[in-house]
């Protein structure tokens, strides 16, 4: 087991990020050309 790694302001804030980007990508006309394989299946 890890330490709370998960916890750092660090970590806090790519997580962060990477769900915006996520969630920007997820709409149509945005980024869907990385979403396009197995990563988003039925989107």
């Known amino acids: 087991m890890k ?3 998960n916890f750092s302001p660090e970590q806090k804030r790519k ?3 990477n ?3 996520r969630d ?3 709409r ?4 869907n050309r990385k979403l396009e394989g197995p990563d988003r ?3």
């Open 3 to 5: 330490k709370r790694e």
């Open 15 to 17: 997580e962060k990020e």
């Open 19 to 21: 769900r915006e980007v």
């Open 24 to 26: 920007r990508e997820s």
């Open 28 to 31: 149509p006309g945005f980024g």
């Open 41 to 43: 299946p039925g989107t």
